[in-house]
């Protein structure tokens, strides 16, 4: 088992890598940043920044959508239904859960 001190410098490690990675995708950035300060003033750089958020919303909001109606649609119908087969059927819920999942994938599919 890890210890405390191991977690700690595994912990520190991680940190210091996404600072690095956070560094060349902000080094990236700045020859953009930098133009339209030039090019637009302050006024132009919030503006991007209003219009980079709002897309950044917009793909988040989108991915949870999606995650919630796989939620919705798939996992928990799927569970019970599997459950209640193994209990109905001579199928274990393990051995009915892929036919489950596929089939309130399908739905899913065909219901957009």
Request: with cysteine.
């Amino acid at each position: 088992m890890p210890t405390d001190a191991a977690i700690t410098s595994q912990a520190k490690q991680l940190v210091h890598r996404a600072t690095e990675q956070a560094s060349e995708y902000a080094g990236f950035l700045q020859p953009l940043r930098d133009w339209i300060l030039s090019n637009f003033g302050e006024t132009g750089l919030i503006a991007a920044y209003l219009v980079l958020t709002a897309i950044v919303l917009l793909v988040v909001g989108k991915i949870g959508k999606v995650a919630f109606s796989t939620l919705k649609y798939v996992a928990i119908p799927a569970l019970a239904l599997a459950f209640i087969g193994s209990i109905v059927l001579d199928y274990s819920f393990f051995g009915l859960l892929p036919v489950t999942v596929t089939g309130c994938s399908l739905v899913l599919l065909f219901k957009g």
